[in-house]
């Protein structure tokens, strides 16, 4: 087994140095010759340390350039801008430069509220300037965090990001960085926390010229969505790692998000995601940094470690079954007891966790319900759920407004973190379909792919919406509707926020008193109770029918109908 050793002198990409010089690096082992072009002229490039390549020039901000390997010009793979696509010269780009105005120093994890948003269809005009604008209306609404989809540079014009290839520079059809700085300066000034989706298990397709002068970046196993990255080399972990914390730094994002931690594979000690948190947590930042993982093993060491939370997908996928009777592709691990699961959920947090089930097989996972319950981040969509569809149906559009209703104000009142997907908390049915734009000869490829892995997941797919059309971003806006039943669902939303946020917060600060206890009334109702220091949540709930043999119960924080004689209602209380 190699060791990860220490990472090299060599920073990749440009960086202002000192007297008005830049310092230009690449990893390129596979090259014989390197040169910097800068602004048109060619500069040559020194061999430091084992296949790197390093130059120190007279620049400024916002020159173009590109780094000449054996003749052929490449984009810097750590590039902070471009001055176009993927594919051409890179820019100069100093992030000191940007006026940061007030002081921020962050909020507390247990505050979390967090809205899942994608920058390109969260508003009409898909900019960071325009997302800007909504930011008032959702710190008012109760929102104090917001996760946005990847927006790593990525080929194309539209996309749900997570095939970005210039991991460091912000896809520019949302705007420059310094317009994503102004947006997460508006998200702070206004009190909302600003977590970005980073992807470092995978590079996209199009436009990752790493295998031309690196091959020894990937090897092993392939992913899902592309060759595996070779996590023992630490020159990648060099650039994977300064990229995740030049995010932070030079954009004073307050948390990341690791898409699919899974899929990175490494047999070094430490694991690159350990030396990846302690890297994190070893600076002194006057804000706290909350770092989120999506990792389907289920496992509670990472946030054992010191992770702050995990995506928790048996919550929404036991759900959906209860709610919506599906059970194909991934969902029919919940088919024996989708309602017994939604009980282990809410007692334990996760539903496997390496348990025997009751076929004989063995779960993934293992028991977490010893970690705070915020380190459980519980959703009843995501861009995932919505987009494995071939019409990109929200859960809303299945279940309707009633379960719908029932189900938001049981997310926002368990102690778990409560994540929505933008347009949930104004109850939207706007599809979120795939989407991306790859080259021309891959259209066809992509279409045939979606086709087969829906298929695979047991879709009829004769009427899936076409995941290259530039139409299909455009169905994915979730604000377009001003009815009534829009403002019904603003009104629930802020109610149940600010319940959340007068009760239900200083519950949680107080200590968790041990696992939650649930009781079954009749086969889709439930009596739960979590355990604190100041008292105890109590929510009893139907999801199909009522509470039978419930007791009756004293005046509630909250109600929505009688969960005793209502197939869909919820009661809560504190006692």
């Avoid at 990749?12 to 000192?18: D, F, K, L, V």
């Avoid at 700085?181 to 977590?195: D, E, H, L, M, T």
């Avoid at 024996?336 to 947090?349: S, V």
């Avoid at 403002?487 to 109610?495: G, P």
Wanted: with cysteine; aromatic share 10%.
């Amino acid at each position: 087994m190699r060791e990860a050793s220490d990472p090299l002198p060599l920073r990749w990409g440009a960086h202002p140095g000192t007297g008005g010089s830049w310092d230009f690096a690449i990893w390129a082992p596979a090259a014989e010759r390197a040169e910097l072009m800068l602004d048109g002229t060619a500069h040559d490039m020194a061999p430091v340390g084992n296949g790197g390549w390093q130059a120190s020039i007279p620049a400024r901000d916002g020159l173009s350039y590109t780094f000449r390997l054996d003749g052929t010009d490449y984009p810097d793979p750590a590039a902070r801008l471009q001055q176009g696509d993927v594919h051409g010269p890179s820019l100069t780009h100093d992030p000191e430069a940007f006026d940061w105005g007030a002081p921020w120093h962050g909020r507390p994890w247990d505050e979390g509220v967090i809205l899942e948003i994608h920058i390109g269809t969260f508003t009409p005009e898909g900019t960071f300037a325009a997302a800007a604008e909504r930011l008032p209306e959702l710190a008012d609404l109760g929102i104090t965090g917001i996760e946005i989809m990847p927006v790593s540079h990525f080929h194309g014009a539209y996309g749900w990001g997570y095939d970005g290839v210039l991991l460091r520079a912000p896809h520019p059809a949302y705007g420059s960085p310094d317009e994503m700085r102004a947006f997460i300066r508006a998200a702070q000034s206004n009190g909302i926390v600003v977590i970005l989706d980073l992807v470092l298990n995978h590079f996209g397709p199009f436009g990752n010229y790493l295998h031309s002068y690196a091959p020894e970046a990937f090897g092993g196993e392939a992913t899902p969505w592309g060759d595996a990255i070779d996590f023992t080399r630490p020159e990648l972990r060099a650039l994977l790692r300064d990229t995740a914390t030049g995010w932070i730094d030079e954009y004073r994002l307050d948390g990341l998000r690791l898409d699919a931690v899974h899929a990175i594979r490494d047999p070094s000690e430490p694991h690159f995601l350990i030396e990846l948190l302690q890297t994190i947590r070893a600076k002194e930042r006057e804000r706290p940094i909350h770092l989120i993982l999506e990792d389907e093993r289920n496992l509670p060491d990472l946030r054992e470690a010191g992770y702050d939370a995990q995506w928790n997908d048996d919550w929404h996928n036991a759900l959906h079954v209860a709610l919506t009777g599906e059970t194909q592709g991934y969902y029919k691990a919940h088919a024996a007891d989708p309602f017994g699961d939604l009980a282990r959920a809410m007692t334990l947090g996760q539903v496997e966790e390496g348990q025997t089930r009751a076929d004989g097989t063995k779960a993934r996972g293992a028991p977490a319900a010893h970690l705070p319950w915020s380190a459980f981040v519980n959703a009843n969509l995501t861009h995932d759920q919505a987009g494995n569809r071939p019409k990109g149906e929200r859960l809303l559009s299945l279940i309707g407004d009633e379960a719908g209703a029932v189900s938001h104000a049981l997310l926002l009142l368990m102690p778990f973190t409560p994540m929505l997907f933008m347009g949930e908390e104004v109850g939207s049915t706007a599809p979120f379909p795939f989407f991306a734009d790859p080259p021309k000869h891959a259209v066809a490829a992509l279409r045939e792919g979606r086709t087969k892995e829906l298929q695979g997941l047991g879709y009829d797919t004769s009427a899936m919406i076409d995941p290259a059309s530039p139409d299909t971003p455009r169905l994915c806006y979730p604000y377009g509707d001003t009815r009534r039943r829009t403002r019904e669902w603003l009104r629930l939303t802020r109610e149940l926020l600010s319940l959340r946020r007068r009760h239900l917060l200083p519950l949680l600060r107080s200590g968790k008193r041990g696992p939650g206890e649930v009781t079954r009334h009749g086969l889709k109702a439930f009596h739960a109770r979590w355990p604190f220091g100041a008292g105890t949540l109590d929510i009893l709930v139907s999801l199909g029918a009522p509470a039978s043999n419930a007791a009756r119960r004293d005046t509630a924080l909250f109600s929505m109908g009688d969960p005793r004689r209502d197939a869909f209602a919820i009661d809560v209380r504190i006692d």
